[in-house]
């Protein structure tokens, strides 16, 4: 299986300002026959289902700001949110579908400094 | 609009049985795989089966292998799961998710899964 981890675990971001988390699979997601990277990240709020994000790796799905990027390529994988806002609380996962079974980061816990 | 609707949760005693279902509308059921994903309380996201869009390729989880089994109706629009051998590890809550291209585009509000004595 492919282990994906996340770094940090947690982080604490003020308002308005930049939050970034990294995601590391273990082995490459990148098929290179459609040099597409088979990652997603979604965000899950108290209480809620899992939300997709991004998929393969730098796309929004429709209806995501776009404050939300996703970045990378091979085995190293960054979400960014631009300028953090309150209702941006939430654990982030990261998810590779290069292969199965589709394997999750740990999450990240994104709060308010 | 697509919905995933989970049911069939509740509290079973270890060695126990569950069937949970997951009721598919407004999307062509049959033309996508899909996926039971747990969580346990406070903890990440292990998917535990899928199944591709016919029924006739299914994987199951080293966790789970042997005790639990993934089956879809597409007539029905209803995936299912079959729990058997029922520990308390396997207390979560239990989400049915569409896959599109690999990733997971729509999840369910999930159901809670309790295996206690």
């Known amino acids: 299986d492919i282990v994906m981890t996340q770094s940090p675990d947690s982080l604490a971001v003020s308002l308005g300002e930049r939050a970034t988390i990294n995601c590391k699979s273990s082995?490459?997601?990148?098929?290179?026959?459609?040099?597409?990277?088979?990652l997603g990240w979604y965000q899950q709020k108290p209480g809620q289902p899992p939300k997709l994000l991004i998929y393969?790796?730098?796309t929004r799905k429709s209806g995501v700001p776009d404050r939300f990027s996703g970045s990378g390529s091979g085995t190293d994988f960054t979400l960014t949110i631009s300028s953090l806002q309150a209702e941006d609380v939430a654990v982030y996962y990261c998810?590779?579908?290069?292969?199965?079974?589709?394997?999750f980061g740990q999450g990240t816990r994104l709060e308010i400094k | 609009e697509v919905q995933l609707v989970e049911s069939g949760g509740g509290l079973v005693q270890p060695g126990g049985s569950l069937r949970l279902s997951c009721a598919a509308s407004?999307?062509?059921?049959?033309?996508?795989?899909m996926h039971w994903v747990r969580q346990a309380s406070g903890k990440g996201l292990e998917c535990v089966a899928a199944?591709?869009?016919?029924?006739?390729?299914?994987y199951h989880g080293d966790s789970v292998k042997g005790r639990f089994t993934i089956s879809r109706d597409n007539f029905k629009n209803t995936l299912y799961l079959e729990m058997g051998s029922l520990r308390a590890e396997d207390t979560a809550v239990y989400y049915c998710?569409?896959?599109?291209?690999?990733?997971?585009?729509?999840w369910g509000q999930g159901t809670l899964v309790t295996v206690s004595s």
């Open positions: 199944i591709n869009n016919r029924g006739d390729d299914t």
């Open positions: 393969w790796a730098s």
């Open positions: 998710a569409r896959e599109r291209d690999g990733d997971f585009d729509y």
């Open positions: 998810q590779q579908y290069y292969n199965t079974p589709r394997t």
């Open positions: 407004g999307f062509t059921f049959s033309t996508y795989a």
């Open positions: 082995q490459s997601v990148l098929y290179s026959p459609n040099n597409k990277n088979y």
